[in-house]
């Protein structure tokens, strides 16, 4: 079946510009992340959702950072005035269910470059 | 925030010996270990997983073991292929909810 599709899969913005990462999770699942990776970096936690629940937002670097997930579904990742500190590889991740562990499953993530 | 960590950032084998990674955690109340492989350009892939409850799991070519006493897990990678090349990251969580990741280790497999 699909897996998690991320959208655009490279993006170039100048400095100051907003961007929007968008994130198909695989159908059915209730649970979607956002971890940043800078190169040669682990995964960094940025928001989760759960079903119905407010996100957990404990990751998110700063208020430029935002996210939303229309209909439990397809989530997308604002970034506003985009400082060159920001460029990095965004992945998203689904799972079934968030609660009793179950693996994440990633998107190949959006390379992100600000200039 | 939690800290996963790696013993070992790099590591060669040879094709056809086993490979082993390690990871230590650092939240004894994590309950739920993921083990990940991640190539070049592409997102971490699912390996194994490993409940609380259990010391030991294996799949295909690879085992996970669990030693809770002293916070460490690892992955063995039996009979290495050059396929195998790859960043390894370790990732705990309790309850399943938010997950933490260690730094990755890479493995590179000499033919």
């Known amino acids: 079946g699909a897996g998690v599709s991320q959208s655009p899969s490279n993006k170039v913005t100048e400095k100051g510009k907003d961007v929007e990462l968008r994130c198909d999770p695989i159908?059915?699942?209730?649970?979607l992340y956002w971890y940043r990776q800078s190169l040669g970096q682990g995964l960094e936690f940025l928001i989760y959702?759960?079903?119905?629940?407010?996100?957990?937002k404990s990751g998110l670097p700063s208020d430029r950072f935002s996210a939303e997930r229309t209909g439990g579904s397809v989530s997308t990742l604002t970034i506003q005035r985009t400082q060159q500190e920001d460029s990095a590889v965004y992945l998203c991740?689904?799972?079934?269910?968030?609660?009793?562990?179950?693996?994440?499953?990633f998107g190949n993530g959006t390379r992100l470059t600000v200039t | 925030g939690e800290s996963v960590g790696l013993h070992l950032p790099t590591l060669s084998v040879q094709e056809g010996d086993n490979s082993i990674i390690n990871c230590a955690y650092s939240?004894?109340?994590?309950?739920?270990f993921i083990w990940y492989k991640q190539e070049s350009g592409k997102g971490p892939q699912f390996i194994i997983d490993i409940r609380s409850n259990m010391d030991k799991r294996q799949g295909q070519r690879v085992t996970v073991l669990l030693n809770k006493t002293v916070k460490h897990l690892s992955l063995q990678i039996a009979a290495t292929q050059p396929g195998d090349s790859a960043v390894y990251f370790c990732a705990e969580s309790v309850t399943g909810n938010q997950f933490y990741f260690g730094t990755g280790t890479s493995l590179t497999v000499i033919p």
């Open positions: 959702f759960q079903g119905n629940s407010a996100p957990d």
């Open positions: 939240n004894s109340a994590s309950d739920y």
């Open positions: 991740a689904s799972s079934l269910t968030g609660t009793g562990g179950s693996p994440l499953h």
């Open positions: 159908s059915g699942h209730t649970a």
